[in-house]
Every structure is written in structure tokens, then in C-alpha cells.
Nanobody, 121 residues
Framework: VQLQASGGGLVQAGGSLRLSCAASGRTFSTSNMGWFRQAPGKEREFVATIRSSGGSTYYADSVKGRFTISRDSAKNTVYLQMNSLKAEDTAVYYC???????????????WGKGTQVTVSS
């Protein structure tokens, strides 16, 4: 699976952004997809994940209630809708794919290049 994230940018605190991750390859429909982020000087951390079926989603406590992960199998794309953004959400956001449902960065098999999200306060 090859992944390409897009949709990042500069937004004011309280604003919204939607990230997209386009996937190529026949395994997208059977892959569990996740979003992770890495802020300057910090380790990469889990944000959200969605099962291959799209039936279950999981979120980091820090984004629960503000972010929504979804997927469109017809478009081979996974999305991250981010609302009520805060300065601490500033990071490079990465999408990733795995054959298992996991929040671990080490367990994700495929990674896309990141997209920068900057939230000004």
C-alpha cells in the first residue's frame, strides 16, 4: 500500500481542517488505517484509527470529541476531520496502514509522507 496524505495547512485556534490520505494498492480494503502525529521535539503519537470494515474507530483521549476518522472504500481514501483545533494540535500528521487494529506506531506496516498542520493561537 502506498499512502499520500494531504490537506494540512495553517489555521487559527478553534478552526477546522480535513486531512485526506489516498491509498494505492489492492490491500486498502483489508487494511486498518490510522493517523499519527509528531510535534517538534516529541515522539510520534497515535491520533485515531479505523477498522478495515469502517465499523469501529478509536481515538486518543486528547482528540476525542474533536476529531473524526472515516474512510471511503470507493475512493481508497481515509479522512481525518479536525474541529476545534488547538495550538497543541500543531504537528506533522501521518497516515498509516496495518493488517491489525493497533494504536502502536511500531505495528503500522505502511506509512505515508506527512502533512504539516499548524494551529495559531
Amino acid at each position: 500500500v502506498q499512502l499520500q496524505a494531504s490537506g494540512g495547512g495553517l489555521v487559527q485556534a478553534g478552526g477546522s481542517l480535513r486531512l485526506s490520505c489516498a491509498a494505492s494498492g489492492r490491500t486498502f480494503s483489508t487494511s486498518n488505517m490510522g493517523w499519527f502525529r509528531q510535534a517538534p521535539g516529541k515522539e510520534r503519537e497515535f491520533v485515531a484509527t479505523i477498522r478495515s470494515s469502517g465499523g469501529s474507530t478509536y481515538y486518543a483521549d486528547s482528540v476525542k470529541g474533536r476529531f473524526t476518522i472515516s474512510r471511503d472504500s470507493a475512493k481508497n481514501t481515509v479522512y481525518l476531520q479536525m474541529n476545534s483545533l488547538k495550538a497543541e494540535d500543531t504537528a506533522v500528521y501521518y497516515c498509516a496502514a496495518s493488517s491489525i487494529v493497533t494504536t502502536s506506531t511500531d505495528a503500522m506496516r505502511y506509512w505515508g509522507k506527512g502533512t504539516q498542520v499548524t494551529v495559531s493561537s
